[in-house]
């Protein structure tokens, strides 16, 4: 049976400081982050865990599933002298490449990853007030969640997929790039023009994905060069005995929790049927990166994409066969590895998507980022008989993604929110109950001057009068509300917890 799909998504934001003649983004973003620990810090609310560091020890980035990368293949640069805090909700808000980026905390279905979706950018929103408060009058960061500056840099939005290591890694590759070129039909954010080699405005006025233009691998092990559709990173974060981590870096990042919901929940059913062999069917493409353009490219949705046996069929044949594999997966295996209820919701919502998109795609401009951004850009242009390349068409493109909620284009496109504003609030400070972010977010409220550095399976305690202590989390199913929630009541300091934990069975 397909191991627990426990998944997360890290974005690295768009970020400008205005008002100043020579910005930085890196001193940019070490500013907004900054801002933010010390604001919480003060008020206490978002936790006490400001000085509570990233643990870079079991980092291993250059790790590739296919044993030795091939000559050439870049490992993604550890930059260890950046800002890399731990937040109490099991998150990660740190710097990199020159981007603010923030990481939910591990969850167990996908309505938990589009809620810590949500808090990350109220995050940002309070990360962007804290940091006017002390930046020179006239001064300002402004916080972008989009993928693409428009002059050729693409930052991203990445998933992660707990897998069962015994899962053959060409079976994922095959049924994995299938969906992730296919599934940009409802998960693509929208752009105006490309940024494709070759390719003008004139000949792309607008695409569905805002990431399509940047990849030029089918498999490969980097992130920000020669961009794959697959991954090949092996950092399980986990027991590596057990476990793999499917890295997926082709998706872009939602305003819409809709498209978020489905980007992730459609996801990790796709690879829990992946680990239960039951896909019959394979879909090939004859060139991959092509076909990840063209699906971009197609606001149609109904050119085929050439297959490798030289047949062909469109993105929405292909998600409907996935769709329909997913039904019966649902009634021969259940779906208790996405989580049972939330896996319901997202067949549900899979359907009424595909059947809306078929018929037709503006039907969905309260649901869909791309279909929201495309009306509006539609709108103006006719308002204005504005040529494609008109400046004011990218400018409304960017004021999509403005996470100021009183500059935000997205705000007021009336999108379908999957999340109370309460729980999106509460999802700041408090982590999922029913993953290993229970146990280290909670050790951070309770006890965090005793805590030297985290990451996402190991903890550092020092309490004194013995060395440092490293707790070990390799089991990310553990650590939950109702594993450890009695353990942590029962101790009054972080050194009863160690000694409490030295004893036997108690993991």
């Known amino acids: 049976m397909a191991v627990p799909k426990i998944c997360g998504i890290e974005i690295e934001f768009g970020i400008a400081h205005t008002g100043t003649e020579d910005p930085n983004p890196i001193a940019a973003s070490s500013l907004l982050i900054n801002s933010y620990l010390s604001e919480v810090e003060r008020t206490g609310e978002g936790g006490p865990a400001a000085g509570v560091n990233w643990d870079f020890e079991d980092e291993m980035p250059g790790n590739d599933i296919r044993g030795i990368a091939p000559l050439g293949s870049l490992a993604p640069e550890i930059e ?43 995050i940002l929103i309070r990360s962007m007030e804290a940091a006017a408060q002390v930046l020179p009058y006239g001064q300002d960061l402004v916080v972008y969640k989009n993928n ?89 974060h986990a027991d590596a005995r057990h476990y793999r981590r499917l890295h997926v870096i082709t998706g872009d990042a939602n305003m819409s929790e809709v498209s978020t919901f489905l980007k992730v929940g459609t996801t990790a059913i796709v690879l829990a049927m992946v680990e239960d062999n039951v896909l019959p069917r394979e879909f090939r493409f004859r060139t ?4 990840m353009r063209q699906v971009s490219y197609d606001l149609s949705l109904d050119k085929p994409l050439e297959l490798a ?10 998600q409907w066969d996935l769709l ?30 595909l059947t809306s998109l078929e018929s037709d795609p503006m039907n969905l401009a309260h649901q869909l980022d791309w279909v929201a951004k495309y009306r ?68 951070l409220k309770r006890w965090a001057p005793s805590i030297v550095a985290a990451n996402w399976d190991s903890m ?15 089991e990310p199913t553990r650590g939950t509300l109702d594993h450890v929630d009695q353990l942590l009541a029962d101790c009054d300091t972080a050194a009863e917890l160690l000694t409490r934990l030295r004893e036997p069975g108690s993991r």
């Open 80 to 122: 260890t002298h950046l800002v890399n805090a731990v937040l109490t909700n099991g998150a990660r808000y740190y710097v990199d490449h020159a981007h603010p980026e923030l990481s939910t905390p591990e969850c167990s279905n996908a309505l938990d990853v589009t809620r810590y979706d949500k808090a990350a950018e109220l």
């Open 148 to 236: 693409s500056d428009g002059k050729g840099n693409s930052y991203g939005c990445h998933e992660n997929y707990l897998m069962a290591r015994s899962t053959p890694f060409f079976q994922i590759v095959v049924h994995a790039t299938a969906h992730l070129v296919t599934r940009q039909i409802f998960t693509g954010s929208g752009k105006v023009g490309s940024e494709a080699p070759g390719l003008t405005t004139a000949e792309v006025p607008f695409q569905i994905t805002q990431r399509a233009d940047f990849f030029e691998e089918e498999v490969g092990l980097e992130t920000t060069l020669k961009r794959p559709i697959i991954n090949t990173r092996d950092e399980p």
């Open 288 to 291: 991959p990166v092509q076909a």
């Open 309 to 318: 046996d030289g047949t062909s069929a469109t993105a929405l044949e292909i």
């Open 324 to 353: 329909d594999q997913a039904r019966k997966y649902a009634d021969s295996h259940g779906l208790d590895a996405v989580g049972s209820s939330v896996g319901e919701m997202v067949i549900e919502r899979w359907e009424q998507v």
């Open 376 to 443: 509006l850009i539609q709108g103006l242009a006719q308002r204005h008989s504005l040529r494609p390349d008109d400046a004011r068409l990218a400018a409304l493109d960017l004021q999509y993604h403005d996470l100021r909620p009183e500059r935000s284009v997205a705000a007021r496109a009336d999108l379908e929110s999957l999340i109370s504003a309460e729980d999106a609030r509460s999802a700041i400070s408090e982590p999922p109950t029913d993953t290993r972010a229970y146990f280290r977010g909670q050790c």
């Open 460 to 474: 550092v305690f020092d309490v004194g009068d013995e060395p440092l202590r490293r707790v070990p989390m390799m």
